[in-house]
């Protein structure tokens, strides 16, 4: 081999080198190289032939630089991708994936699709996408404008009772605990009664503020004159 000739060595190829070589100069048993490379000391052997025959380039891989035998051919990946652009260009990597195969017969790995759209701008992978800014919702200026309801179940009285629910009255200009009623479930029933007391306490707030359970939303609105209120609501 001459001088100026370079061989390129992946790191796995460049450690298992030094150690085939250490084995070649007697400086490093058989058995404890096959230890440390994970392979068989008859591997080694032949290792350490095919280096003192054929020198560094005998443990590169003869794969090295060669096209893969599993690659896409170009002529399915352009007419996959063409398709994409034309149907299905606001879809997912899957659901495209799902499409190519069942409506147009094409068969690709659902990662496969995902590197085409990628590397087509039509898909941007999550981990590159721009953080999402939640702007944070100024509190209300005056007890009363809104109170937020809520109900945790938890066994609040450890094993002296069942576990039960806890619906909480919370003030969002103070964060003053305004009411607190323990009850079996978190049901309308329930937030009735909470209410009420609430009510007679406090006097009607401008607004409650819920999440999104069946007791306060409906997404059925056909039951609900179009909506989408409950029988709280």
């Known amino acids: ?16 080198f030094k150690v085939i070589q250490a084995v070649a100069d007697d400086l490093l048993k058989p058995w404890r190289a096959a230890q440390r490379l ?17 020198g ?15 690659r896409l051919d170009a002529g399915t990946a352009a007419r996959a ?12 990597p899957t659901l495209a994936c799902e499409k190519l195969r069942e409506c147009h017969g094409l068969r690709l790995a659902k990662e496969t699709v995902r590197r085409l759209m990628t590397d087509a701008g039509l898909w941007i992978p999550r981990r590159q996408r721009p953080p999402k800014i939640h702007q944070l919702r100024s509190r209300r200026a005056c007890v009363g404008e809104l109170v937020q309801i809520d109900g945790s179940d ?9 576990a039960c629910t806890l619906l909480v009255y919370v003030d969002d200009a103070t964060s ?4 607190l009623h323990f009850t079996a479930t978190e049901s309308t029933f329930s937030y009735f009664e909470a209410t009420r007391g609430y009510l007679r306490q406090h006097g009607k707030p401008v607004a409650f503020y819920s999440d999104k359970a069946t007791v ?18």
């Not at 938890?154 to 069942?162: D, G, S, T």
């Not at 003053?176 to 009411?179: H, S």
């Open 1 to 16: 081999m001459a001088a100026t000739d370079r061989i390129t060595m992946t790191m796995c190829e460049l450690d298992r």
């Open 38 to 54: 994970g392979l068989t000391t008859r591997q080694i052997r032949r290792l350490v032939a095919r280096l003192r025959e054929d």
């Open 56 to 70: 560094p380039a005998g443990l590169v891989s003869g794969r090295c630089a060669k096209p893969s035998n599993n």
């Open 81 to 92: 991708l063409a398709i994409i652009r034309e149907r299905y260009a606001d879809f997912g």
């Open 154 to 162: 938890h066994r609040w009285f450890e094993e002296r009772a069942p």
């Open 176 to 179: 003053r605990l305004m009411a």
């Open 216 to 233: 306060f939303r409906s997404a059925q609105t056909s039951t609900t004159a179009g909506k989408g209120f409950t029988q709280f609501g």
